[in-house]
């Protein structure tokens, strides 16, 4: 009989910055260890099946953010790009992370910058999925999504309605990430309507009244980058334009770019195969041990 080689997944909690915080882990920890980081609306096990793929090999970790999934809600409302550097700082501290891949989608893409590029001692590699200097700010996609914000119901009647919702904002996502997203992201309340597993009410504040002083300018961070750095960019996607990838590349000569297409945003889950292949051909060509 053949060896079962499923990885399973292991739910951990840990206090950052006063805050109660979910993350999963996949793999051993004698592996080389992936951190990943999710984006505004998104969650811990949004990167599950990527993980199981790599938990053979690697030993990978997922935080649900501040105000996300199963961590606390920030009572402050701080959810901006210093806050989460700040846990991210603290996470790896507490778990003795030395050497590691950094890997982050969206908002989550904002934290790598910042973190690989103030601690280039410690990210052996950074992944960026389709985000770059002033993505969040102008152009298209940052309007979508402050519209998508601005106009999310407070809950829904059913599983159904949400499973709904959520296809017709994410037009390209995979049944099973659908799936995934609706487990991950509602829970019924005791009346048996749907509600967010995100702090929207925070997270919307921060998102379309901003405080200026907490906005990041992501260039200087791309151009101090020391690591090895692998942009993906979603073929479809609204964004990330092609043009400020090319630009990346051009002002710092170690980063990649690739374009996946038939992509949106969510290259992960629009396009699990594609976006594997990529990362783990990036991860052997930067001498990723595993």
Known sequence: MAADTTVVAKDRFITLGGLRTHYVEWGAEDRPTIVMLHGLRSYARTFEPLAERLGEGYRVLATDARGRG??????????????????????????????????????????????????PE?????????????????????????????????????????????????????????????????APDEEGRWRWKFDLAGIAAARLDPDPARQVDLWPYVEALRCPTLVVRGGESDFLPAATAAAMARRNPRVHTVEIPGAGHYVHDDAPDLFHHHLTRFLRSSEVPR
């Not at 210093?82 to 003795?96: I, N, Q, W």
């Not at 050497?99 to 982050?104: A, D, E, M, P, Q």
């Open 70 to 119: 199963d961590s606390d809600w920030d009572p402050n409302g701080q959810y901006y790009t210093e806050s989460y550097v700040a846990d991210l700082e603290l996470f790896t501290d507490r778990l003795g992370l030395d050497r590691f891949v950094l890997l982050g989608h969206s908002m989550g893409g904002s934290t790598t910058y910042v973190y690989a590029a103030r601690h």
């Open 122 to 186: 410690r990210v052996v590699a950074a992944v960026v999925e389709d985000i770059g200097p002033g993505s969040s700010l102008t152009g298209e996609g940052a309007e979508r999504i402050k519209r998508e914000v601005a106009n999310t119901p407070g809950d829904f009647p059913s599983r159904e309605a949400a499973r709904a919702y959520w296809r017709g904002i994410r037009p390209h996502i995979t049944e099973d990430a659908l799936d995934s997203r609706v487990r991950h992201t509602l």
